[in-house]
T-cell receptor, first 112, second 114 residues
Framework: AQSVTQLGSHVSVSEGALVLLRCNYS??????LFWYVQYPNQGLQLLLK??????LVKGINGFEAEFKKSETSFHLTKPSAHMSDAAEYFC??????????FGAGTRLFVKA | KAGVTQTPRYLIKTRGQQVTLSCSPI?????VSWYQQTPGQGLQFLFE???????NKGNFPGRFSGRQFSNSRSEMNVSTLELGDSALYLC?????????????FGSGTRLTVV
């Protein structure tokens, strides 16, 4: 069965520092992978997705993620954190079974 | 274009009552999925509908049900509410024809059961 593991429920970075949010997946078939962001009292917003084209995927707000099949990872990065990036981030996998599985989420704190 | 609309935004219900939540997807999206979000369990999949047919269902009791109408709008119903049903219920729409579309989420309905 497919699953998603996000390492670290909380990550804290200083403004201007690198953001790295980790995601590992388990899937028996080539997956579609996603990162979503959720701001307080809102729904989730799609940041980026991997659909087997390029392994390095660029998304909105300067985020990108790299699909590494050998490591079953899809980590999210941003070179320079901004205060407005503070939110909860979810990694998700869709294996085509009309169902997307979400990780537990990582809350990102950005310090001034 | 208009986003995914969920109504109502907030609900307070008493144990034992039932509740119906509504979701209007983005125009042209035929798939609607529902998730329950709680601090302890995270995002849990409830069900997915495409062209009025339920294609997948999560591991929830039969008190949770849903349906989709011919215009792709969807409703979910929870009967005999329990305190543990308090959660944010999120609706997400997608084209639904192939995997990998990604979802567009609504802002959710916050259900509180007292």
């Amino acid at each position: 069965a497919q699953s998603v593991t996000q390492l670290g429920s909380h990550v804290s970075v200083s403004e201007g520092a690198l953001v790295l949010l980790r995601c590992n997946y388990s899937s028996s078939v080539p997956p579609y992978l996603f990162w979503y962001v959720q701001y307080p009292n809102q729904g989730l917003q799609l940041l980026l997705k991997y659909t087997s084209a390029a392994t390095l995927v660029k998304g909105i707000n300067g985020f990108e993620a790299e699909f590494k099949k050998s490591e079953t990872s899809f980590h999210l990065t941003k070179p320079s954190a901004h205060m407005s990036d503070a939110a909860e981030y979810f990694c998700a996998v869709d294996t085509g079974g009309f169902k997307t599985i979400f990780g537990a989420g990582t809350r990102l704190f950005v310090k001034a | 274009k208009a986003g995914v609309t969920q109504t109502p935004r907030y609900l307070i219900k008493t144990r034992g009552q039932q509740v119906t939540l509504s979701c209007s997807p983005i125009s042209g999206h035929r798939s609607v999925s529902w998730y329950q979000q709680t601090p302890g369990q995270g995002l849990q999949f409830l069900f997915e509908y495409f062209s009025e047919t339920q294609r997948n269902k999560g591991n929830f009791p039969g008190r949770f049900s849903g349906r989709q109408f011919s215009n792709s709008r969807s409703e979910m119903n929870v009967s005999t509410l329990e305190l543990g049903d308090s959660a944010l219920y999120l609706c997400a729409s997608s084209l639904g024809i192939l995997g990998g579309d990604g979802y567009t989420f609504g802002s959710g309905t916050r259900l509180t059961v007292v």
